[in-house]
């Protein structure tokens, strides 16, 4: 045997070796440990930890989508109404072209019926050519930038994008050897994942995205912080003491305590207290910090909250949500808990908030959160998204339905998939939907998913649901409450394809 070919096996059973202990050990390493990562505070992590368990559990329904269906549909609530187990299936902005990559994976699981819920927003629509300006329909450009440049192409499907797609040598190559090697498609990203966890086990949990503790009787925003007041047992804590935050720019605050504490009256109501408080305490700096509370249950009322970064009095007759105030660990009063508790969605005072306002006044905030005049500033950065949806949605009232590139991976999706589908164009608000719905693009958008059905597909189409206005959170995200109002109506389409 000659010196090149010896070294050529060399080589061969050195990568041979590294792919075996990559996919043998690292990949099963990365997901050995306990998860209780909550609402959307690890996505792509959470993603892939949901699918390998959707296919090791097998579950009769199978709930696909963006944040549309996560934001609209509770799987154990399905279950309850339907008598067939349920998961979803689910990441933020998972798009149809996703939806097509994942068919192996969905194959994988095998579920009875595969119900895909999503409406117009998850097409696409922000990289239209807007009809001032010369060129096709859909800027390719753009369409090509975006999809390259998106999280579910490097985590789950590079191998499958690199082969499929005209990319540049560099690029094809980084996702060809992110499609063989897990350790680089994955890299550090579990690391996060695993101290995150261990911190949740080992005490109180300080750092995290959406609260996951013990129901709080009046009702807890979703980054954990209190309103203007709060009810606990606080028997719970270890020695009667609470740890709890107190934000940067309340302090200092005077906590006011009441023995017994009252039976909560539930999110949206009053901060009346049940007589004369039985002592206080006064917080003069920010940060974590431990205060004992005594054994019994308590009532904790607030000398003030904040209200877009200004110290506002408490005033014990107005609702409970009347600004933010001190801050509890993620995961108070919970030495354990029911996994998995990623998609668990939880309510909150923003959605209270919401269901207490007349339309006039749900209105006026919609517009004022969403829409409003500077935009295009930096304070309003994380509303960029919306804001080209909407102007997007404003153009397509010159436009024709074209198949653009997003609907004809949806085809391709349906007709490679052998297995039953409910395809579901989900409830929009009514506030941004009028601007496009009368519109000859809109009827060409319905008229397509029309005809995607066959024995095997079924479509549903939902923009007529009566909702509230004040039952979306924003122009295609359900509130807690509204997604309750669909759980009935998603559990009756599909026993009516029974």
């Known amino acids: 045997m000659n010196q090149k070919f010896r070294f050529i096996i060399y080589i061969f059973f050195f990568a041979l070796t590294l792919w075996a202990l990559d996919r043998l050990i690292y990949d099963r390493l990365i997901f050995a440990f306990e998860d209780r990562t909550g ?19 097998g579950p009769d329904l199978l709930f696909a989508g963006s944040s549309v269906a996560q934001y609209a549909v509770q799987p154990e609530n399905i279950a309850r109404r339907t008598g067939r187990s349920s998961m979803l299936f689910s990441h933020a902005a998972l798009m149809p072209v996703d939806l097509y990559h ?8 095998g579920p009875d019926l595969l119900v895909y819920i999503f409406n117009a927003a998850d097409f696409d629509l922000e990289r239209m050519t807007y009809p001032w ?28 994008y690199a082969l ?3 990319l540049p040598l560099l690029r094809r190559s980084e996702l060809l050897l992110k499609g063989v090697f897990y350790g680089l498609r994955w890299g550090q990203v579990w690391r996060d994942v695993y101290s995150w966890n261990q911190e949740w086990q080992a005490g109180p949990l300080k750092r995290y995205l959406n609260y996951q503790g013990t129901d709080i009787a009046e009702g807890i925003f979703r980054e954990g912080l209190t ?4 009810s606990l047992d606080v028997s719970q804590m270890a020695g009667g003491q609470l740890l709890l935050q107190v934000p940067e720019g309340l302090e200092p605050v005077t906590i006011a305590y009441h023995r017994p504490g009252r039976p909560g009256n539930g999110p949206g109501q009053t901060c009346q207290p049940p007589g004369a408080p039985s002592g206080s305490l006064t917080l003069e700096k920010s940060g974590w910090q431990k205060i004992t509370a005594g054994p019994e249950p308590l009532f904790f009322l607030l000398s003030h909250v904040l209200v877009d970064g200004k110290r506002i009095p408490v005033r014990p007759d107005a609702a409970v949500y009347q600004g933010r105030g001190v801050r509890l660990p993620g995961n108070l009063g919970r030495s354990r808990i029911d996994l998995p508790d990623r998609y668990v969605r939880r309510q909150s005072l923003e959605d209270q908030i919401l269901a207490d306002l007349n339309y006039p006044a749900y209105r006026a905030d919609f517009f004022a959160r969403l829409e409003a ?3 295009q500033s930096p304070e309003f950065r994380h509303l960029r998204q919306f804001h080209t949806l909407r ?30 589908v409910l395809l579901i164009n989900n409830p929009e608000s009514p506030l941004t939907l009028s601007v496009y719905r009368k519109t000859v693009w809109y009827a060409g958008y319905l008229n397509f998913l029309k005809n995607l059905s066959n024995e095997r597909v079924r479509f549903v189409n939902l923009a007529d649901f009566e909702l509230p206005a004040r039952s979306f959170i924003d122009a295609h995200h359900l509130s807690y409450q509204g997604m309750e109002l669909m759980q009935e109506e998603y559990a009756r389409l599909i026993q009516a394809g029974n």
């Open 391 to 420: 102007l997007a949605k404003y153009a397509l009232g010159w436009a024709d339905f074209q198949e653009t590139r997003q609907f004809a991976y949806l085809r391709q999706f349906l007709t490679h998939y052998r297995g039953p």
């Open 164 to 166: 499929s797609q005209d």
């Open 102 to 109: 994942y068919r192996s994976r969905i194959e994988a699981v």
């Open 39 to 57: 609402w959307d505070a690890f996505r792509w992590y959470s993603f892939e930890r949901a699918s390998r368990e959707a296919r090791s559990a």
């Open 227 to 230: 309103g203007a007041c709060f």
């Open 373 to 375: 005049d500077g935009w």
């Open 133 to 160: 300006e010369a060129g096709p329909q859909e800027a390719q450009g753009a369409v090509r930038a975006y999809l390259d440049a998106r999280h579910p192409v490097s985590y789950f499907y590079p191998l499958e």
